[in-house]
């Protein structure tokens, strides 16, 4: 695993731009603010005679200090041969300083850079809910010297030295165990639901989860080549060569730009008036662009958030709202993760019921977690399940009480026998030859009966995939670091076809770099560390992260903070929703535009006028646009 600062580099969410720097004496929310004041102050200076040569000065000095950095960006833009909304704004700025008109220009300057603050509002607050779910991440080990411990970074962490990993703890680095027993859950790297008995000789995955003893392992390699320390660097790398997504507003001004300077030509041609060219202009400027995409962002966002789904920025919305394939993970995603009681095998005289009881009575007092499942379990037929007295637990192995007056022993079976031999009579009707997880259950010395666990698919998970389909997914895929046979019968209970299993993080990105490859945009839905590069990788990425997003929550575009399948139908459903109202925004937009544009080629509009024009204009949009947050 690699350390927090090395973390933070690889994956840090962008932080919001600078105050001062070389896009211009001012950026951040100070431009539009800015704007705003010299706007205001050159306004109520003209009202007053007097003061009118001082307005004309003030609202000079404004425009070419707050229209300078905007003209700035667009010149680097262009020289990069990247163009966009920014284009006819910035000839807007410029003719309105060539022929004297601030007031048009300063207007002009607030709707740009007014459009882009609302769009890093959108970025922040995303941002601050990313960093909130990391805040609790584990970033020490507990180094093991001399008898003693040191708690260390996890980074520092090198090949061969000794590690004390506690219960509830991250393992740091891929490690062996030396002493100590427990469970350790390997799901979010593996894939595979069931928790590993953890013992002397086990290798275990950096950053899998100890469960229930304290371990002391032996690193096997720094902690940044771990299993994990891969993990992020594929992820950095997916990040790296991702394409950056083309903004909606500039896509539209691939043609309205032309169109406007192609209008200014004709007007300046009829009219020979400067003045007319600066009215096309003003009136063309696009904030309809410029503010509809943002305003309806930030209704998008705020709704996701409303429903537990943090949105990272307005573009994951765009790109979600056009995907046509869904690839899910199996652990935790498509099951909870959590194996549950499939079946109760009870010897001769037992009912399942009474077997449920007195295990789920025991099993209260265990913190294990295929204790919580059997209690869960049991207390469907017994919502008071009685007390357990006298409880001796070994962790890893089982625990031992009284209920109801009787000596109850639920553990596993090499387990229940060292204390119970003759438990062994009562097991020998309960065996087969089957692998599943099981518990064994003894009373009073005698074997009554077995519990056996499986991971099941969410009970919800055929009526998301159908309403999926309903929102444009033309097909659907299940890519699993579990085993072959878990991951089909998983698949069939979801009603998906295609699935896969046994796969590595890099079997899964290959697996979307190949569906990309041929032209289809992929949402990637999943919810452990060995999913993050697939996030990472796929056209949007959803994370699943109601018990903490760790690092897929930072490679994903969206991040599901409640354990519920259901909200990746309600995310597309917000995505297309607020994708329409935008498009409906700037349509209407430019169409008023272009009306004003044909009456200003006129002459009919003068520039202060077209202005005013364009502010009715932007509030319709923008009247529009909230309809998002609705």
């Known amino acids: 695993m690699t350390t927090p600062a090395q973390l933070s580099a690889v994956l840090a969410v962008p932080d919001r731009p600078r105050i001062w720097g070389p896009s211009g004496a001012f950026s951040g929310n100070f431009l539009p603010a800015a704007a705003i004041l010299f706007l205001l102050g050159g306004a109520s200076a003209w009202l007053y005679a007097p003061t009118r040569e001082l307005a004309g000065s003030l609202s000079a000095i404004g425009l070419v200090v707050t229209g300078a950095p905007v003209v700035w960006r667009t010149t680097r833009s262009m020289l990069q041969l990247r163009f966009s909304t920014d284009i006819t704004a910035t000839l807007a700025i410029l003719t309105a300083v060539l022929i004297q008109q601030p007031l048009p ?61 506690r219960p509830g703890e991250l393992v740091p680095c891929d490690v062996e165990v030396i002493s100590g027993r427990s469970h350790v859950d390997t799901s979010r790297l593996t894939g595979e639901p069931v928790p590993v008995t953890a013992e002397a000789g086990t290798a275990l995955p950096g950053g899998s989860v100890n469960h229930d003893g304290a371990l ?16 992020v660097e594929l992820v950095r790398h997916a990040q790296a060569t991702k394409a950056p997504l083309q903004r909606l507003a500039d896509r539209y001004a691939v043609w309205f730009t032309p169109l406007t300077l192609l209008v200014c030509a004709i007007a300046y041609a009829i009219s020979r008036d400067p003045l007319t060219v600066l009215a096309v202009l003003v009136v063309a400027t696009p904030c309809p662009l410029i503010l509809a995409t943002p305003v309806a962002m930030i209704g998008g966002i705020n709704t996701a958030a409303k429903r537990q789904i943090v949105v990272r920025d307005g573009g994951a919305l765009e790109k979600l709202a056009r995907v046509n394939v869904a690839v899910f993970d199996k ?28 295990a789920g009575g025991l099993e209260q007092s265990s913190g294990h977690l295929l204790a919580r499942s059997l209690v869960s379990a049991a207390r469907a037929h017994w919502p008071q399940l009685p007390p357990a007295t006298d ?51 003894a009373v009073d010395g005698l074997g009554i009966g077995r519990v056996e666990y499986d991971d ?86 959803i994370a699943m992260a109601a018990h903490g997003g760790g690092i897929s929550a930072e490679a994903a575009d969206m991040v599901i903070t409640v354990d519920d399948l259901a909200r990746v139908g309600d995310a597309m459903r917000i995505s297309r929703r607020t994708i329409r109202i935008a498009k409906q925004s700037i349509w209407t937009g430019l169409g008023l535009s272009g009306i004003a544009m044909g009456f200003a080629a006129l002459g009919y509009i003068p520039p202060v006028l077209g202005a005013v024009l364009q502010e009715a204009i932007d509030v319709a949009v923008i009247v529009n646009a909230l309809r998002a947050s609705r």
């Open 456 to 541: 099941r698919a969410r009970p919800e998970a055929r009526r998301v995939l159908a309403d999926l389909a309903g929102y444009g997914i033309k097909r659907t895929l299940l890519l699993s670091g579990d085993d072959e046979r878990h991951t089909r019968r998983i698949a069939d209970a979801a009603g998906i076809a295609n699935a896969m299993g046994d796969l590595t993080p890099e079997d899964k990105v290959r697996a979307i770099e190949q569906i990309t490859a041929g032209g289809e945009s992929v949402v990637m839905i999943g919810d452990g560390t060995n999913d993050a590069p697939a996030l990472s990788t796929a056209t949007v990425g």
């Open 105 to 165: 220009g300063l207007v002009v300057v607030l709707m740009q850079t007014g459009g882009e603050a609302l769009e890093r509002y959108a970025r922040g607050r995303a941002s601050d809910a990313l960093r909130q779910l990391e805040a609790d991440a584990p970033r020490i080990a507990h180094l093991s010297h001399g008898g003693g411990l040191s708690d260390v970074p996890a980074g520092d962490i090198r090949a061969g030295d000794l590690v004390v990993i």
């Open 391 to 441: 409880v001796t637990e070994r962790p890893g192995r089982g625990v031992t009480g009284t209920v109801d007056g009787r000596g109850v022993t639920v553990g596993s079976r090499s387990y229940v026998l060292e204390s119970h031999p003759a438990a062994l009579d009562g097991f020998a009707e309960l065996e087969d030859q089957s692998s599943a997880l099981r518990a064994y259950v």
């Open 216 to 231: 002391t392992a032996r690193a096997l390699a720094p902690a940044a080549e771990s299993q994990y320390g891969r993990i």
């Open 331 to 358: 652990t935790g995603t498509l099951t909870p993760g959590i194996p549950a009681v499939s079946d109760v095998v009870v010897a001769d005289g037992w009912d399942e019921k009474t077997v449920l009881r007195l």
